[in-house]
């Protein structure tokens, strides 16, 4: 125990990681690289997952839902206990930022890697930290972080305050439990939505709130602190692209702000973690624009974006974390770190970006990733053949660059996510790339309602007729597949002979188009015209296509009828229609509203008996600790509900008695 704080310090040979996927194969790397032998636990729907293989040992605690398992306190002990562990380190999420799993390991005699109990009791509420931050001079959003959660008060105070204002859980983090009300008329119902996924996502429904700065970025400050009274700040990292108030893009350091900026905000969150005596690794958030920078929240815990800070510090943050939990000192003083080129991250999530980005479920067929070093990282905790199960976060893995400055980055990050091919679920890859690619992000010109404002844009919603060569590669990705799958050169269906010309007719999204064969190669003939090309595999999985005598290099997905292409020119989706085609796509009922996933019914949103337009709100599901929206398949009337809130249903159930105007014509 040290200074008057209680915590438990020393040195340790044996680590339990009391996480999943990715951050727990990270932090297993790190371990035994430092000569740690580690302990992985694995609930019942991750028997055979990456992390349980990598560890030294694994240990079963529970079945797959998270509250039986990963959540499960008692659980965690008794396996720490079990494996002779003498320290714990809970990764991020799940009971990371836990005061009452803190507390177990040091009654249980064992390290938590982390601060001091005292420390996250103090950010744990939102509203406690940003009163213990005034106290102490950093500079905070207008806002109420009072205790009285009657709605009339926080109504009250958010006119006071003045609109837009932002509903937060002040238990939360992850953009979970997050409304914007834009006025009064919006209030209640901002309010219900955040308390309700902030009770089922922390078990706790206060809520606070905030100015919504207009047009902000979102910068945060890595900090660190010792239990010899050192604490030191890793330079910021800039995450202003987010989505629903949850991070999409990270980059080190952030384009927005000066040397003296820089240093500025970098003292404020120095400052942060010294108010609650912080040891350990933690982040300290910022909301800024043009007038200032304000103190929204600390994460008493590793960031998931921590690898942008590694990239330009060279240093390794899991390590840091090691050597304090044993009592070391920090191994560099402020003066001696130093930050070098920049960096970004990105997050491959199993989601579906055309519908909203709903989480994708079911089993990795086919994994490819871009190769690492030269500046590329990938932190993952998947591979291929393992499932993606409605119980945890759709997170896939992490894609870190590194270059000399921030363009060699961008390039570099837009070359590897071509590079990545996950074939059985849908992944934002498409989206990311045509993110990074727009001229405004590439110049740093962005705010956190960025991608909000340019969504159907970067979705290829709405554009323009598809370039021919977008046709063709979307043909080349069809006859790859096709040679890829056939168990001899005598089942492949790409219609080579040896003598003459065959032709096959092709659909993509109702525009037809006709697929020539002959010896030398192809041609794609449709209403913009014949297109001669040519298709060769590389060994990344990508295709070289060659249209005369150029080519350029694409990246294909195809799981049955859709193909989602990425070119030179951006990404681009096709839903084919071809008598080879796979019967694994079923065309979308417009009289049929099913679950898209497994999940809870949380709130009915119409009557029965009303009409409804295509498009409306109908019901709110929760899944993967997410609410999602789900809409009304098309004009018609809803008769009735099929199942009632509270209701757990399975993915395809049919969840409403629709009757389409379609079906009455």
Same mark, same amino acid.
């Given at each position: 125990?040290?200074?008057?704080?209680?915590?438990?310090?020393?040195?340790?040979?044996?680590?339990?990681?009391?996480?999943?996927?990715?951050?727990?194969?990270?932090?297993?790397?790190?371990?035994?690289?430092?000569?740690?032998?580690?302990?992985?636990?694995?609930?019942?729907?991750?028997?055979?997952?990456?992390?349980?293989?990598?560890?030294?040992?694994?240990?079963?605690?529970?079945?797959?839902?998270?509250?039986?398992?990963?959540?499960?306190?008692?659980?965690?002990?008794?396996?720490?206990?079990?494996?002779?562990?003498?320290?714990?380190?809970?990764?991020?999420?799940?009971?990371?930022?836990?005061?009452?799993?803190?507390?177990?390991?040091?009654?249980?005699?064992?390290?938590?890697?982390?601060?001091?109990?005292?420390?996250?009791?103090?950010?744990?509420?939102?509203?406690?930290?940003?009163?213990?931050?005034?106290?102490?001079?950093?500079?905070?959003?207008?806002?109420?972080?009072?205790?009285?959660?009657?709605?009339?008060?926080?109504?009250?105070?958010?006119?006071?305050?003045?609109?837009?204002?932002?509903?937060?859980?002040?238990?939360?983090?992850?953009?979970?439990?997050?409304?914007?009300?834009?006025?009064?008329?919006?209030?209640?119902?901002? /309010?219900? +939505? #955040?308390? @309700?996924? $902030?009770? &089922? !996502?922390? %078990?706790?429904?206060?809520?606070?709130?905030?100015? *919504? =700065?207009?047009?902000?970025?979102?910068?945060?400050?890595?900090?660190?602190?010792?239990?010899?009274?050192?604490?030191?700040?890793?330079?910021?990292?800039?995450?202003?692209?987010?989505?629903?108030?949850?991070?999409?893009?990270?980059?080190?350091?952030?384009?927005?702000?000066?040397?003296?900026?820089?240093?500025? /905000?970098? +003292? #404020?969150? @120095?400052? $942060?973690? &010294? !108010?609650? %005596?912080?040891?350990?690794?933690?982040?300290?958030? *910022? =909301?800024?624009?043009?007038?200032?920078?304000?103190?929204?929240?600390?994460?008493?815990?590793?960031?998931?974006?921590?690898?942008?800070?590694?990239?330009?510090?060279?240093?390794?943050?899991?390590?840091?974390?090691?050597?304090?939990?044993?009592?070391?000192?920090?191994?560099?003083?402020?003066?001696?770190?130093?930050?070098?080129?920049?960096?970004?991250?990105?997050?491959?999530?199993?989601?579906?970006?055309?519908?909203?980005?709903?989480?994708?479920?079911?089993?990795?067929?086919?994994?490819?990733?871009?190769?690492?070093?030269?500046?590329?990282?990938?932190?993952?905790?998947?591979?291929?053949?393992?499932?993606?199960?409605?119980?945890?976060?759709?997170?896939?893995?992490?894609?870190?660059?590194?270059?000399?400055?921030?363009?060699?980055?961008?390039?570099?990050?837009?070359?590897?996510?071509?590079?990545?091919?996950?074939?059985?679920?849908?992944?934002?890859?498409?989206?990311?790339?045509?993110?990074?690619?727009?001229?405004?992000?590439?110049?740093?010109?962005?705010?956190?309602?960025?991608?909000?404002?340019?969504?159907?844009?970067?979705?290829?919603?709405?554009?323009?007729?598809?370039?021919?060569?977008?046709?063709?590669?979307?043909?080349?990705?069809?006859?790859?597949?096709?040679?890829?799958?056939?168990?001899?050169?005598?089942?492949?269906?790409?219609?080579?002979?040896?003598?003459?010309?065959?032709?096959?007719?092709?659909?993509?999204?109702?525009?037809?188009?006709?697929?020539?064969?002959?010896?030398?190669?192809?041609?794609?003939?449709?209403?913009?015209?014949?297109?001669?090309?040519?298709?060769?595999?590389?060994?990344?999985?990508?295709?070289?296509?060659?249209?005369?005598?150029?080519?350029?290099?694409?990246?294909?997905?195809?799981?049955?009828?859709?193909?989602?292409?990425?070119?030179?020119?951006?990404?681009?989706?096709?839903?084919?229609?071809?008598?080879?085609?796979?019967?694994?796509?079923?065309?979308?009922?417009?009289?049929?509203?099913?679950?898209?996933?497994?999940?809870?019914?949380?709130?009915?949103?119409?009557?029965?008996?009303?009409?409804?337009?295509?498009?409306?709100?109908?019901?709110?599901?929760?899944?993967?600790?997410?609410?999602?929206?789900?809409?009304?398949?098309?004009?018609?009337?809803?008769?009735?509900?099929?199942?009632?809130?509270?209701?757990?249903?399975?993915?395809?159930?049919?969840?409403?008695?629709?009757?389409?105007?379609?079906?009455?014509?």
């Amino acid at each position: 125990m040290t200074g008057g704080q209680v915590r438990l310090e020393r040195r340790f040979d044996k680590l339990l990681i009391a996480n999943r996927g990715e951050i727990a194969c990270r932090i297993i790397r790190t371990a035994r690289r430092m000569g740690i032998a580690t302990v992985a636990v694995f609930s019942e729907a991750d028997r055979d997952s990456e992390h349980v293989s990598l560890a030294d040992e694994a240990i079963l605690i529970g079945p797959a839902p998270a509250a039986e398992s990963y959540l499960d306190i008692d659980r965690i002990i008794d396996a720490a206990r079990r494996t002779g562990a003498e320290a714990i380190h809970p990764g991020y999420g799940f009971l990371s930022e836990n005061e009452q799993f803190a507390l177990a390991c040091l009654a249980a005699g064992i390290i938590f890697v982390g601060p001091p109990v005292e420390a996250i009791r103090a950010m744990a509420s939102k509203s406690a930290a940003k009163m213990l931050m005034e106290k102490s001079g950093v500079p905070l959003v207008p806002g109420y972080h009072g205790v009285d959660q009657d709605p009339k008060t926080l109504a009250a105070a958010a006119e006071r305050i003045g609109f837009p204002v932002l509903v937060k859980a002040s238990a939360g983090g992850g953009g979970k439990g997050m409304r914007i009300a834009e006025d009064a008329a919006a209030m209640a119902g901002a /309010i219900a +939505a #955040a308390k @309700r996924e $902030a009770k &089922a !996502a922390f %078990g706790d429904d206060h809520v606070l709130i905030e100015k *919504f =700065v207009t047009r902000p970025r979102h910068i945060e400050v890595q900090i660190f602190g010792d239990t010899h009274g050192n604490i030191v700040s890793l330079f910021e990292r800039e995450c202003t692209l987010q989505r629903r108030h949850q991070k999409v893009v990270e980059e080190a350091p952030s384009p927005s702000l000066s040397e003296a900026e820089r240093e500025g /905000i970098c +003292a #404020a969150a @120095r400052a $942060a973690g &010294a !108010a609650v %005596g912080y040891t350990g690794a933690g982040t300290v958030e *910022f =909301v800024a624009n043009e007038e200032g920078f304000y103190f929204i929240e600390m994460n008493t815990r590793l960031q998931v974006e921590h690898p942008v800070t590694e990239a330009i510090t060279g240093l390794d943050l899991v390590e840091w974390q090691l050597r304090i939990a044993s009592g070391e000192q920090m191994p560099l003083k402020q003066h001696e770190i130093v930050r070098s080129g920049h960096a970004f991250e990105v997050r491959i999530y199993a989601e579906d970006p055309q519908t909203g980005f709903l989480p994708s479920i079911g089993r990795i067929r086919r994994w490819r990733q871009p190769s690492v070093g030269g500046g590329v990282r990938i932190d993952s905790g998947f591979r291929e053949g393992d499932t993606i199960t409605p119980h945890y976060d759709p997170m896939l893995a992490k894609l870190i660059v590194s270059g000399g400055d921030r363009l060699q980055a961008l390039d570099r990050l837009e070359d590897a996510l071509s590079g990545f091919q996950v074939v059985g679920l849908k992944t934002n890859v498409a989206f990311l790339r045509a993110l990074i690619a727009h001229p405004d992000v590439r110049a740093g010109r962005m705010d956190t309602g960025f991608i909000e404002r340019h969504l159907p844009l970067l979705l290829g919603q709405g554009e323009a007729e598809p370039d021919p060569r977008d046709l063709a590669a979307a043909t080349a990705a069809v006859i790859s597949d096709e040679r890829r799958a056939a168990a001899s050169p005598w089942e492949v269906a790409d219609g080579w002979m040896m003598v003459g010309q065959r032709r096959r007719r092709l659909v993509f999204d109702g525009a037809e188009a006709v697929l020539n064969y002959d010896r030398s190669g192809h041609s794609l003939t449709t209403e913009l015209g014949t297109l001669p090309f040519r298709v060769n595999a590389r060994p990344d999985g990508r295709l070289d296509v060659f249209y005369g005598d150029g080519k350029e290099v694409v990246a294909a997905i195809r799981s049955g009828c859709a193909i989602e292409i990425s070119t030179a020119r951006g990404s681009r989706s096709f839903t084919l229609s071809d008598p080879f085609a796979s019967s694994e796509a079923v065309a979308a009922d417009p009289g049929q509203l099913r679950a898209p996933m497994p999940g809870s019914i949380r709130q009915l949103l119409v009557s029965p008996g009303g009409r409804l337009k295509r498009g409306e709100p109908v019901l709110i599901m929760e899944a993967m600790k997410m609410e999602h929206t789900l809409n009304a398949p098309g004009d018609g009337t809803l008769n009735a509900f099929r199942y009632d809130v509270g209701d757990f249903v399975e993915e395809g159930t049919q969840l409403v008695e629709f009757e389409s105007d379609g079906a009455l014509a």
